[in-house]
């Protein structure tokens, strides 16, 4: 049996799959500002940070699920404040919901100013990956996560409703190509 479901363990070609907790695949980024990612008002740019976003959730997906991800989609992204050049931005990212092979994840990105230590929220997003078999490149069962915190419970209902959203809006795309 191929598919998980969201709980501790669940079944994938014959074995069981063992349920990860949120915590183990927490990642976290983070890097200085430089003159070569930033747009001439000196704020770093913002396809720049989508590239960092992209990166440090699938460092979460790839954990949690050991194995190759895909980015499938990225939901809306809005950028609140600009980071600055010299300045320090922080990506965090962690699973919020797996699904059967795919699994969302949060990511809140924040500026750091090493001058006086104020922090800032810059964006929030979510990006769903897909694990991939590594042989086949066809997509695998990914572990269950096991949410413990009222925040993990929270988020991973909240990700329930914008993985509905996420694939109405695929459906309508997939059949206006066709
Ligand atoms: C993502 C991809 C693997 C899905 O393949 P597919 O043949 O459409 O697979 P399926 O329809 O069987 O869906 C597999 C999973 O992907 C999810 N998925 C597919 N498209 C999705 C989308 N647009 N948003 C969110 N999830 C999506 C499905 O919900 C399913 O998840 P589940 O098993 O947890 O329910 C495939 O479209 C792909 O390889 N895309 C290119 C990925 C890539 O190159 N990314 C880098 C950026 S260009």
Same mark, same amino acid.
């Given at each position: !049996?191929?598919?998980? @479901?969201?709980? =501790? +363990?669940?079944?994938?070609?014959?074995?069981?799959?063992?349920?990860?907790?949120?915590?183990?695949?927490?990642?976290?980024?983070?890097?200085?500002?430089?003159?070569?990612?930033t747009n001439l008002l000196g704020k770093l740019l913002g396809g720049h940070v989508m590239h960092l976003?992209?990166?440090?959730?699938? !460092?979460?997906?790839? @954990?949690?699920? =050991? +194995?190759?991800?895909?980015?499938?989609s990225v939901d809306y992204i809005d950028f609140r404040n600009a980071v600055n050049l010299g300045e320090i931005v922080i990506l965090m990212s962690q699973v919020n919901r797996v699904f059967s092979t795919s699994m969302e994840v949060g990511v809140k990105v924040y500026s750091e100013n090493p001058l006086t230590g104020?922090?800032?929220?810059?964006?929030?997003?979510?990006?769903?990956?897909?694990?991939?078999d590594e042989f086949s490149k066809t997509p695998r069962a990914v572990p269950p996560l096991i949410v413990k915190t009222a925040e993990e419970k929270r988020r991973w209902?909240?990700?329930?409703?914008?993985r509905k959203y996420r694939l109405a809006m695929r459906f309508k795309k997939r059949n206006r190509e066709e």
């Open positions: !049996m191929k598919r998980t @479901r969201s709980g =501790n +363990s669940a079944k994938a070609d014959g074995g069981v799959i063992k349920g990860k907790p949120v915590s183990a695949s927490r990642s976290e980024m983070s890097e200085v500002v430089l003159p070569a990612e976003v992209d990166v440090v959730a699938a !460092m979460a997906a790839s @954990r949690h699920s =050991n +194995s190759y991800v895909v980015t499938a104020e922090r800032k929220h810059t964006t929030t997003a979510y990006v769903t990956f897909v694990a991939l209902r909240e990700a329930g409703a914008r």
